[in-house]
């Protein structure tokens, strides 16, 4: 039986609600205030951000995973609002979500912030060891077990220096991470790890980057996995790593919410077809991306990992 797994990240759900930026001061949300007025809500639209969701509601996979990014500078105001959202879209039990960079823009208490999301941020497995913290006090890694598809969640969102953008598992969530990876191999399980960051070495600048990348492909390599989901850079990418239990695929999506304007790759979610067929896992990849022409979401390329 074929699993479908919807895979979409960076909404940067706007507008900024009214007083975002000076109800709560922080140096770096005025920061982030400015970009977003004079250039970044110009490339994220909340009209694509909705076609994007009813694309993928109207084609109705058995699940939904959101990498991070979903907000814009962490404010209070911005949760509930994500939350609701969220609720219109899909049951926690049917979209799995990991925070990003800019979902801990600035340190945001767990009960004014990240808790709104919580619901599609718990697992259903016991992880031995999992990790939290004061500002997102649920604990990761999570693990969900979908027929015989595992989704783990891993967070890299702490906040960070007023340049910076980066993101950092610790030697906490990696050491857990190692463990359930095996568990779930010896089980037969599809392993798919859902993280913002990409997770590789090199992916990005050492502004933007994961701080313990090489850490994670160790962890990669040793253990294995079937797929890794990304997001963060705004646009497609697609590498393999060589574990010594098979190939891991590890895929990029472009932003949920970005304007087809030539410049910048447009909205794109992915729809993955994953099924266990003469002992072998086999997983085709279909794109659907943003056509400002048409109005829609459209085909775009399909492949195979």
Not at 264 to 283: F, K, L, M, P
């Amino acid at each position: 039986m074929i699993f479908t797994l919807a895979h979409l990240s960076d909404i940067h759900l706007g507008p900024l609600p009214r007083g975002a930026v000076w109800r709560d001061f922080a140096l770096k949300r005025i920061v982030g205030g400015a970009s977003w007025r004079f250039r970044r809500q110009h490339l994220h639209s909340p009209a694509i951000a909705e076609c994007l969701r009813a694309d993928i509601m109207a084609a109705r996979p058995d699940h939904i995973a959101l990498t991070g990014d979903f907000v814009n500078l962490a404010a209070p105001a911005e949760f509930p609002r994500a939350a609701a959202w969220l609720k219109a879209f899909a049951a926690p039990a049917d979209l799995s979500f990991v925070p990003g960079n800019h979902d801990a823009y600035v340190p945001v208490y767990w009960e004014r912030g990240l808790k709104a999301l919580e619901p599609w941020m718990k697992g259903d497995m016991t992880v031995a060891n999992p990790v939290n913290s004061p500002l997102l006090a649920t604990p990761f890694p999570y693990v969900r077990l979908r027929r015989n598809v595992a989704l783990i969640g891993l967070t890299t969102a702490v906040p960070q220096s007023l340049r910076k953008a980066g993101g950092t598992l610790g030697a906490g969530q990696l050491a857990a991470l190692a463990a359930v990876l095996g568990q779930l191999r010896e089980r037969g399980y599809y392993r798919v790890i859902m993280i913002h960051h990409p997770p590789l070495p090199g992916q990005n600048s050492p502004r933007k980057a994961l701080t313990d990348a090489s850490a994670l492909s160790e962890i990669l390599v040793s253990e294995g996995a079937e797929l890794v989901l990304h997001g963060h850079n705004h646009r497609a990418m697609h590498s393999t790593v060589e574990s010594r239990h098979g190939p891991v695929a590890v895929v990029g999506v472009p932003s949920a919410s970005m304007v087809d304007d030539g410049t910048h790759e447009a909205a794109a979610w992915y729809a993955y077809a994953i099924e266990r067929r003469d002992g072998r896992w086999h997983t085709t990849v279909a794109v659907r991306r943003w056509n400002s022409a048409l109005g829609a979401f459209v085909d775009g390329a399909s492949f195979q990992l």
